[in-house]
């Protein structure tokens, strides 16, 4: 019997997260989600005990050393997802989609969903904006069976439009908008909704009013979940100032630095590789005269 219980408390442990099960967290405890880029990471963050893992277009500034989100072309989407997915474990992974493989219509956006679903073997996808548009498009992808994470406040993939990474809905005109944004992605059917960079009194009226679990990134402590991009959680961003809603919880950068200039040391004074690092040869000493 605590045989049977074991196996399947382990089974449970095991269970691959679903967008129900991130669904069911509202209300219950606090949904945690942050960025990856490759399997490696996906890993570590994995094991740390992250429920959901976005492969954020954010890779534009961790992977590629852009300013912007908006270079990222949809095969680099898929690229990194699939990797992603190999190290994900039992978290759910979402798949963010990059500007322009949506913008253009239902159909393009549909059909491109569908192909990083296919392509990835992710869970979910993200896409930016609350326009009825959006909405649409966000309730025929539901429709086909592509869960879907929305995302609405400051939405860097219109960065020019706003005129720079400004905080999003602080008048009360703007705070309506992104309220009623809120509650038209609901409708359309995502299971979760990204907060980004609005006040947290809007962020904590949304969370109240919509079913579906809202996530926050700089949108105060009152959403069902919190986001980072995990090289700014790990003091890997080089930033000249680094963003307010930002909490750096070590300094990775420094033990990396650390590590090569170590390493660099050691070649240089000959002292890595020592002969205990090194291969024999299989019958005895088996070297070379000059
Ligand atoms: O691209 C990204 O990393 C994101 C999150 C930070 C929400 O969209």
């Not at 196996?7 to 989600?33: E, N, P």
């Not at 005109?173 to 947290?200: H, M, T, W």
């Not at 979940?225 to 680094?242: A, P, R, T």
Request: charged share 20%; proline share 3%; with cysteine.
């Amino acid at each position: 019997m605590f045989f049977i219980e074991t196996l399947r408390g382990m089974t449970a442990a095991m269970k691959k997260t679903s967008v129900t099960d991130i669904r069911s967290l509202k209300g219950m405890r606090r949904i945690v989600a942050l960025t990856a880029y490759d399997c490696t990471m996906a890993k570590l963050v994995a094991s740390g005990g992250a429920d959901i893992l976005l492969v954020g277009d954010s890779l534009a500034q961790c992977v590629k050393g852009e300013e912007t989100t908006l270079s990222v072309t949809l095969e680099e989407t898929i690229y990194h997802t699939r990797n992603v997915v190999k190290g994900a474990g039992t978290a759910l992974v979402v798949a963010d989609l990059p500007f322009m493989s949506y913008q253009v219509s239902t159909e393009q956006g549909l059909s491109n969903a569908g192909r990083v679903m296919k392509e990835t073997g992710c869970q979910a996808v993200k896409m930016e904006g609350g326009s009825p548009e959006r909405c649409e498009l966000i309730s025929r992808c539901v429709e086909s069976g592509i869960p879907v994470m929305g995302h609405i406040g400051l939405t860097p993939q219109s960065v020019n439009a706003f005129g720079g990474y400004v905080v999003q809905g602080r008048s009360d005109d703007e705070g309506k908008k992104i309220f009623d944004q809120a509650l038209n992605i609901e409708r359309a059917g995502a299971f979760s909704i990204v907060l980004e960079c609005i006040p947290y009194q809007l962020a904590k009226n949304i969370t109240l009013r919509v079913s579906s679990p809202t996530i926050g990134i700089g949108a105060g402590p009152y959403c069902d979940g919190q986001i980072l991009v995990i090289n700014d959680l790990l003091g890997m961003s080089f930033w000249e100032k680094k963003p307010r809603f930002v909490k750096v919880y070590d300094d990775i950068a420094s033990k990396i630095i650390g590590a090569v200039s170590s390493f660099r040391d050691d070649v240089v004074n000959g002292e890595y590789p020592e002969i205990k690092h090194s291969y024999k040869g299989v019958d005895g000493e088996n070297g070379q005269q000059d």
